[in-house]
């Protein structure tokens, strides 16, 4: 296979595959009060305790100026906090309230409770197939990357 169909074959299952992530996500954050951005801001965040504007614009895929205005939103419903850095007072650094953590657990609740009846069909060695092929996917993307 050729870098361009690799290419196209990958968009295309990222694509779908995002979809389906988001349109069964966006059902039940919707009902937060939150966006998807906002809902991925705050996973990050749970994942990385504390994060700089400019790691969860890289996070995102996003403009730090973007990242920035997401978090302002996020700190007026009371879900994160956004401080300057002490030592470099032009880092903003941004992490989860105690509202925030408790809002991703909401979440997290409300959607195993919709969802793991339906992944009961599938194996653990399912799951791990999975797992190892977007591992894979990850050595062959990384390995592209590094040799530009």
């Known amino acids: 296979m050729d870098i361009i169909e690799f290419n196209h074959r ?36 749970k994942h990385h305790e504390q994060s700089t504007i400019g790691e969860l614009g890289d996070a995102m895929g996003s403009a730090p100026g973007n990242a920035s205005a997401m978090c302002k939103v996020l700190e007026s419903k009371g879900l994160v906090t956004r401080t300057r850095n002490p030592e470099d007072e032009r880092i903003v650094l941004v992490s989860l309230t105690d509202q925030g953590k408790d809002l991703l657990q909401e979440i997290e609740k409300k959607l195993s409770a919709k969802c793991d009846h339906l992944l009961a069909e599938y194996s653990d060695a399912d799951f791990q197939q999975i797992i190892d092929g977007m591992s894979k996917l990850n050595e062959v993307v990384t390995s592209l990357y590094r040799a530009f």
């Open 10 to 45: 990958i968009w295309d299952l990222l694509r779908t595959i995002s979809h389906g992530i988001d349109s069964t996500l966006r059902v039940i954050v919707d009902g937060f009060g939150i966006t998807m951005v906002q809902m991925r801001i705050l996973v990050e965040l």
